[in-house]
């Protein structure tokens, strides 16, 4: 190891904390590299220089910055399309992502646009921490001249519905700014709210742009990424090559491998993106609906100018697994059930949290009776919205393929089965059959592009199947960096997700390490991070020396539970304290070398 020795210069604004970060980073690396570095924060400093504040305040004020902050691409999406007609109709548009807007310039910002959904349990999503963090901090600028609008989105099947948009659209008010339009809340039916708000804000912007002055522009800023013929919206017919449980027979839980052809689609993914799946509700489930709603599914019943017979609006149209706010409030009003209404008051949130949690909408339309006029029941559902699945594989190792790692969710609960939409019809699907579906990229969990990097994957359950894409990536790339796997589940013998793969991928030196916690094979529970603690000498090693970290699985407990025992080892091996361990891993997760996608 090189030993970096501080030069004997003041050195402005850099407290102590964030020089001992920066040494301990220089530390690990070789002199040509130190050398590289030296000349690149050169060329950093003279490009800081050149955006002097007063350019910055003069360019602010005749342009739209639309930022996003997205985990799952709905917000880059919408921001996009926001650019795109704000550049349709002559603004000067730029379009960051939340993690790439410089935050110095927040206090010249003029006219701001901001799409950001809510992500864990009212958290940020991870591109949108830092600017987050510093827009709610101490450190916030004044910001008596922005005009602004915020487009929070959210799923209103979680406890805390939209809540960072929100808090950002108050803060930024509270730091002096003024509104553009209003707070925009959008649930799983983004575009019902996303559109006016879109129409609403631009409009506005386009104004107060006019107002300072701005010049029209005919020619875009930036190049809007061409869409392929299939989409979300027009998803392909990808036809099921292979369907196999990967789990004992005696597991609890049905785990499936699932291969599909994109032959002929033009689609193209890469380790870490995710596909989406359109799915349809299963027909018993919709049955039990009719059944308990004591309603004709042959009616044909008119919903947004389009009529369909109810059976096929529940079987198709409508979301009927998912419990959330609105589905309450109209059964709570249709039946007269006080007590539901109650739940929805703030005092009883966690009441509200256990009930969405546990219960699927058919156990409170069993135990809540009401009379349900068709149109009111359908207005009270969302529409069904498609599913995610990280991608198991790499176009490298499978061509036109792509493989998904499936918990099938069918359980039993309050007296009877209970089915997931998009799992149970994935493993209900066999050979031939086809599954309309499209990808859904996901720029920050992405390998290394230096191969020689080292990486340290976390993925229990399901969480696996990203890195099952990232070793057959690395393999097939001829990757030169070491790959260790941290992976878990319940019981070795019935639930170790593609041993036999992992087994020949340790003998073929595609993947250097393996640690494994089964939960239930022992009289002590043992997960992930236990084994993370107990080779935390290694694995902090690893990170000073540079290596790529990734997390996928369980958002619940999983991701927080590792992400505290990660904390531990940089305190025991790093020689740091709990806080600057904290903030070395905020850095790691904002430079994209701390990679979270769970669920
Ligand atoms: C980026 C991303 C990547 C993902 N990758 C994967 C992946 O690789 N593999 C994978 O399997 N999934 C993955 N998922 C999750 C996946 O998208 C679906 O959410 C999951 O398969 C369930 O969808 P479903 O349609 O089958 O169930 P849904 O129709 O959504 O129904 C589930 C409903 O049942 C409830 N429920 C489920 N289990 C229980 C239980 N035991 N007790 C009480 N209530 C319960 C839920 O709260 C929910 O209301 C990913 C999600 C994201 C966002
Ligand atoms: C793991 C996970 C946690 C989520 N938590 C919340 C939440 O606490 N509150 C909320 O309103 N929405 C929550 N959502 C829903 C997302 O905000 C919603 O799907 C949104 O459209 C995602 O936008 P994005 O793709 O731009 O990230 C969550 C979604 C996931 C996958």
Redesign the pocket.
Known sequence: MNSVAVPNLPAPSLDAEKLTRLTRELESLTVAQLYWIAAWSAAQAAQAQRDIPAAVAERTAERLSIVYGS??GNAKRIAEQLASRGEAAGLPVRLLRADAYPQRELAQERHLLLVISTQGDGEPPDDARGLFEFISGKRAPKLPALQFAVLGLGDS?YPQFCTIGRQLDARLAELGGSRLASFGEADVEIEAVAAPWVEQALEQARERLRQAGAPARTTPLHVVPSRSVWSREQPFAATVLANQRIVARDSARDVRHVELSLEGSGLHYQPGD?LGVW?HNPPALVEQWLEALQLDGAQPVTHQQRTLPLRQWLGGEREI???HRGFITALATAGGHDELARLLQPEQSAQFAAV?????PIDLLRRYPATWQPETLLAALRPLAP????I?SSTKAVGEEVH??????D?Q?HGSA???????LLAATGEDGKMPVFIEP?ERFRLPADGSRDIIMIGPG?GV?PFRAFVQERRESGATGRNWLFFGNRHFTSDFLYQVEWQQALQDGSLHRLDLAFSRDAEHKTYVQQRLREHGAELNAWLENGAHLYVCGDAKHMARDVHAALVDVIVAHGNRSADEANAWLGDLLQRGRYAR?V?
């Open positions: 985990q799952t099947s995710a799915a697994t998912r419990l969405l949690a546990d219960e699927q599913r995610l699945y990280s198991a998904l790692t499936v918990a099938v969710v359980y609960a209970h089915w997931g939409a998009a799992s149970s996901n399901t199947a996608d669920y």
